[in-house]
């Protein structure tokens, strides 16, 4: 008996307790209001994706060109270090055939 009062409690106390949290949940985290947007912002256009660091291997002579302008500060972003680590890599395989050939 003792265990159907203790059950119909526990049912009747989370359905209150649940019934309050819907009701309270609007006073205690308001809902923000979104700004209203006609369409997509003209002025900001979408970011063309980084090129990897197997283009800049491909292309050594662009990547030696952005990793200069990474240094001028003209540019930024991912490119850079993709640029630069196929610069690095590039000047290491060619030490190395430098060192293997003497």
């Known amino acids: ?6 059950l119909i409690i526990v049912l009747v106390t989370l359905i209150i307790g649940f ?26 256009p979408m970011p063309a994706e980084p090129r990897g660091t ?13 990793v200069a ?3 001028e500060g003209t540019a930024r972003g991912d490119e ?3 640029a630069e680590q196929a610069v690095i890599e590039a000047e290491g395989r060619e030490r ?4 293997m050939s003497n």
């Open 1 to 6: 008996m003792t265990q159907g009062k203790t």
């Open 19 to 44: 019934g309050a949290g819907f009701v309270l949940r609007p006073v205690i985290v308001p809902v923000e209001r979104a700004a209203i947007v006609a369409g997509p912002p003209a002025a900001a």
């Open 54 to 66: 197997q283009y800049f291997a491909a292309h050594l002579d662009e990547a030696r060109q952005i």
């Open 69 to 71: 302008q990474c240094a």
């Open 80 to 82: 850079c270090a993709n």
């Open 96 to 99: 190395f055939k430098k060192f």
